[in-house]
């Protein structure tokens, strides 16, 4: 389905996309039985050059923020130091945009890699590594997701259980704000106690978290988004009240949540899915204020439920009564801020 693009000047930093090349994944699980697998799978090469051609498709993207997901990995080096050939590779995608040979769009203005946390005290020397690559780098995220339903995730993604109050974990965490370094916290709407424990014992550390919180449809829990709720919206405001923590306002057309239940690029327009959407990304809004909330692709990951276009149009619906200073800090302004972009007008 090709739409119009509304409000065509309204300009956008999406602050969470990946990129990668997944032969790897696709050789340990040649013929992929879980959804989410399956859906990834399709979209087994993701560059420069699907990246651009999506943030060229209409909209008015003038800067992107790389989110880790265990690609490019270095080989030969260990398992601690090996995260730092994802955040080269992804410097290079960096460089190449910067080059203005593709256009106004800076791609990857910002990168978010990873480290294991669990090294505690040790993980210091990995982050400073990924530091000195480029100023590009400003952070890491390492995920909790989890469920006691191993259906709901699937094999290759299970953390363990209770990541983000392991005191060893906690040792790791508290490097990043040595270092003035973000931390994306994704992590299931079951578990959202835990990252609310992080933030008050880190009050000072900057936590984004991703995908409104991941709100559950599959699985064990399908048929109870509706039940589930209240439950999700009292996490929600109870963790806007810790000003360290912003929230990223998409990520719901993913298998997980099953909004849309069907997929991939559902078919759906962008106004189907923002009424699908609103009274999750309305409450995140209510609840942290634009200028601690922004709206993020999940690209490729969201084309399970829409194309790139069509995505941040049903954005710009779900947006339609803000003002135009609380649009500029949902769409630009409060991502600019959070991962230090500068050098971009919006």
């Not at 955040?87 to 294991?116: F, M, P």
């Not at 209770?162 to 003035?180: M, P, Q, S, V, W």
Request: net charge negative; proline share 6%.
């Amino acid at each position: 389905m090709t739409e119009a693009i509304l409000e065509p000047d309204l300009t956008i930093i999406d602050p969470h996309h990946h990129l990668w090349d997944l032969r790897p994944l696709m050789a340990a699980f040649p013929e992929p039985h879980h959804p989410f697998i399956a859906t990834v799978a399709r979209s087994p090469y993701y560059t420069f050059d699907e990246l651009h051609a999506d943030v060229t498709s209409g909209h008015k993207v003038i800067g992107t923020v790389f989110m880790e997901c265990g690609a490019f990995y270095r080989a030969g080096a260990g398992d601690a130091l090996k995260v730092v050939g994802e955040v080269e590779y992804v410097n290079g995608v960096a460089a190449q945009s910067a080059s203005g040979l593709y256009g106004e769009a800076r791609l990857c203005a910002a990168i978010v890699g990873h480290a294991d946390l669990l090294l505690g005290d040790a993980v210091a020397p990995v982050l400073e590594a990924q530091m000195a690559v480029t100023p590009r780098f400003k952070g890491i995220r390492h995920s909790a997701a989890w469920d006691a339903d191993p259906e709901v995730l699937g094999a290759p993604f299970h953390a363990p259980q209770g990541l983000y109050l392991d005191a060893t974990f906690r040792e790791g965490f508290r490097k990043l704000g040595k270092l003035g370094l973000t931390f994306d916290a994704w992590l299931l709407e079951p578990q959202l106690g835990d990252v609310l424990s992080l933030a008050r014992a880190f009050p000072d550390q900057p936590i984004v978290l991703d995908h409104c919180g991941t709100p559950l449809g599959v699985a064990s829990y399908h048929g109870k988004l509706h039940e589930r709720f209240d439950i999700w919206r009292e996490s929600i405001r109870e963790l806007a009240g810790c000003p360290n923590v912003s929230v990223k306002l998409g990520g719901l057309a993913m298998y997980f949540a099953g909004l849309p239940d069907h997929g991939p690029e559902a078919g759906l327009s962008s106004e189907v899915l923002a009424a699908m959407w609103r009274p999750y990304i309305e409450t995140c809004i209510e609840a942290f204020g634009p200028d601690r909330a922004m709206f993020e692709s999940n690209y490729p990951v969201d084309k399970w439920g829409a194309s790139y276009a069509t995505l941040w149009n049903a954005f710009k619906r779900l947006a339609s009564g803000a003002s135009l200073e609380e649009k500029r800090a949902l769409f630009a302004g409060t991502a600019a801020r959070v991962y230090g972009i500068e050098g971009v007008s919006f």
